[in-house]
């Protein structure tokens, strides 16, 4: 290592050090013990150009361990993105764009939302699988990497478990990890809890793997070398290194992992690089011009790609546009009219009318992809006229997640992050509880995503309570951000996927049922259920005595109780509320033309009642299953619950003649 390289390693270091000590919080450790191979990775490898942050061929470069953020931060002030020292200086304060751990919608050059570990090495797969089907569809267009970085949480992680046994089956030689192999967790050491050989799990999934000194510059160099060059697998660089390195009496212990080191460590750790003491957040000049250089190549890389892309684009003429509505996730003018329109003639399940509008969003929209957790015949989500990706076979459509929903959650994030593909999961409403960690972190940065899950209730009948939701939509509605679909009809079926479809800023959550659904009033149409509530069935006459508001297949109970009150002379009206949120968000008049102010309220969802209580009032009733089901007929569940037309018809009937 030369003089300059060991004044750019400190540079790294002590901006890190010199942030969390102001913060007075925050994870030096792994900044210290990462910076000769970041710094290395950073200003000699990763193809980025930091004055455009989306140029759609670059590496990706992933900080699974979001807990180091300092070290990103540091990397991306160096590197010349839009982070200038005072938001270092602001590290983890209120308005600043370095939060405590990264995220990927404040802070430009940052690729993906980590912190909850695991997440980001799921991340990084989809994004890998992400460039190689982009790279499928434009031939010759791109030559992109995705790196990151790997700590021991990550490892230990299910969610990277599975993730890593899909890329290592589908030879994503896109990507490489490296694994900070530093021995040391929060708590305590590694082998308190851990000590099987992460290489040779690695090699059984499929990857390759080298081990190396991770602070010995002539092996991180020859590995990163191998990386490059390396085309058929996933590349695993288990980089031994030690937490806190440079600190003279707390390297290696779990001290220096998550705590500031102290005004006399800090001190201590500067006289031992022969750092000035005096000047906190120092960038030597030097150091600053290496940088500025590799920058103005970066920007001449990028340029060069310009060029290459314009020609590109002139010799590719069929693929151009494809290419220009993937880049914007384009979809058609009038995607609801067209949506509407393929909705089934004949009622059906919400999952069989969806899967079949699904299939005309996917003629329509070339940047849908997705797949489902080894359900797919349940979930009717594989698109019919496209293929299974596979190793080597990356032009189609169809992700084969196998029964890996972690991953799918995690790799689902990974495509929206790479951008060009509106990414969708598939499995049973039951298994988003495997999910849920990655939908708040798409929530949270904004991604969109398209998250199916099919039979949502009780009603899904013989499998039983293990596979029945009860609390599942309600738990999805709680994260913020979250537009939660549960539609009644082919018509609402249609404006869930539209509305999917068209929401660019958040992931939608397209609840649907195993069950046929009843056929639905006539004059329905799919402008109303896009405003996520409508009336559905108007009171014959005057005001309303009783306001039904239902979603999904219990909009049928509510019609048809609304129909035998009507016998006896009640006015009742049926709102259909596929979507809350939505509904929430539309003007008052609107929402008070739908749901008046008079009226006894009555909400039916088979699933817990709590949410609910807020929108029917205290003199309401909600209708709805507030513990675990049954295994029987979903017919017999129905009865045994008083979730039938005739049930509900009767309980609301007690209630008015109560009054
Ligand atoms: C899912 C999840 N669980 C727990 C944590 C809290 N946490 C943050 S870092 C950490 C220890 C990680 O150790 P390691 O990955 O070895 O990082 P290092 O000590 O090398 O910095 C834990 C438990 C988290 N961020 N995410």
């Known amino acids: 290592m030369d003089d300059l390289e060991r004044l750019a390693v400190n540079t790294i270091k002590f901006l890190s050090i010199d942030a969390i000590e102001k913060a007075n919080s925050g994870h030096p450790g792994l900044p210290m013990g990462a910076a000769d191979y970041a710094f290395i990775l950073w200003s000699r490898y990763l193809k980025h150009d930091p004055s455009d942050p989306h140029w759609p061929d670059r590496d990706r470069f992933v900080l699974s361990a979001g807990h180091g953020s300092m070290l990103l931060y540091s990397l991306l002030h160096l590197s010349g993105y839009d982070l200038p020292l005072d938001e270092l200086k602001n590290f983890r304060q209120w308005g600043s764009k370095t939060p405590g751990h990264p995220e990927s919608h404040i802070t430009p050059g940052v690729e993906a939302t980590t912190g909850p570990l695991g997440q980001g090495f799921g991340n990084g797969v989809g994004m890998a699988l ?43 030689g896109n990507l490489t990890y490296i694994y900070d192999d530093n021995k040391i967790t929060l708590d305590g050491t590694l082998d308190e809890s851990m000590d099987e050989d992460v290489g040779k799990r690695f090699e059984a999934y499929g990857w390759r793997t080298l081990h190396i000194d991770g602070h010995d510059h002539a092996q991180i160099t020859k590995a990163l070398d191998e990386a490059k060059a390396e085309r058929e697998r996933p590349f695993l660089i288990l980089a031994r290194t030690h937490i806190g390195n440079g600190a003279p009496h707390k390297h290696d212990t779990h001290k220096v992992h998550g705590e500031p080191l102290g005004a006399d460590e800090t001190k201590a750790t500067k006289e031992a690089a022969g750092w000035p003491l005096d000047k906190p957040f120092y960038v030597p000049a030097e150091v600053r011009a290496l940088w500025d250089k590799r920058k103005t190549e970066l920007q001449k890389i990028h340029a060069q790609w310009n060029e290459h892309e314009k020609k590109w684009l002139a010799e590719h003429a069929k693929e151009a546009d494809t290419y220009r509505a993937m880049r914007e996730k384009r979809v058609p003018g009038d995607l609801l009219e067209q949506l509407a329109a393929a909705a089934p003639p004949k009622t059906d399940a919400t999952r069989g009318l969806a899967g079949t509008i699904l299939q005309k969003a996917a003629a329509l929209v070339p940047s849908l992809v997705g797949g489902d957790a080894d359900l797919g015949g349940s979930t009717k989500t594989p698109i019919k006229d496209s293929t299974k990706v596979q190793a080597g076979k990356f032009d189609g459509r169809n992700l084969r997640f196998g029964i890996r929903e972690h991953a799918m959650g995690a790799m689902a994030n990974g495509f929206a992050y790479y951008g060009m593909f509106v990414p969708f999961t598939a499995t049973f409403l039951t298994f988003s509880d495997y999910m849920r960690p990655s939908i708040r972190l798409a929530a949270l940065a904004r991604l969109q995503v398209v998250h199916v899950f099919t039979h949502d209730s009780v009603f899904l009948g013989e499998d039983g309570p293990t596979h029945q939701s009860v609390e599942h939509v309600s738990a999805l509605r709680l994260i913020p951000h979250v537009h939660v679909w549960r539609p009644a009809d082919g018509v609402e079926c249609a404006a869930a996927w539209a509305a999917a479809l068209q929401r660019k800023d958040g992931p939608t959550e397209m609840i649907l049922s195993r069950q046929k659904v009843a056929e639905p009033p006539p004059g329905t149409h799919a402008g109303d259920a896009m405003k996520g509530g409508y009336v559905i069935l108007r009171e014959e006459s005057g005001t309303p005595d009783v306001v039904f508001m239902a979603t999904g297949s219990e909009v049928g109970v509510a019609v048809e109780a609304a129909r035998e009150l009507g016998k006896g002379g009640t006015r009742v009206r049926v709102v259909s509320l596929p979507c809350l949120e939505v509904f929430a968000a539309q003007d008052a008049s609107w929402r008070d033309a739908v749901l008046p102010s008079t009226g006894l309220r009555v909400s039916i969802e088979a699933g817990r009642t709590d949410l609910w209580k807020a929108w029917v009032g205290p003199d309401g009733i909600t209708i709805g299953v507030d513990d675990f089901g049954y295994s029987a007929p979903y017919e017999v569940i129905a009865k045994h619950l008083g979730l039938t037309g005739p049930q509900v018809a009767a309980r609301v009937r007690e209630r008015l003649t109560r009054k």
């Open 130 to 172: 992400a460039a190689k089907m982009a790279e499928a569809r434009f031939p010759g267009l791109f030559n992109h990497r995705i790196w990151g970085i790997v700590s021991d949480g990550d490892m230990m992680e299910g969610v990277a478990s599975e993730a890593a046994s899909l890329a290592g089956h589908l030879r994503l």
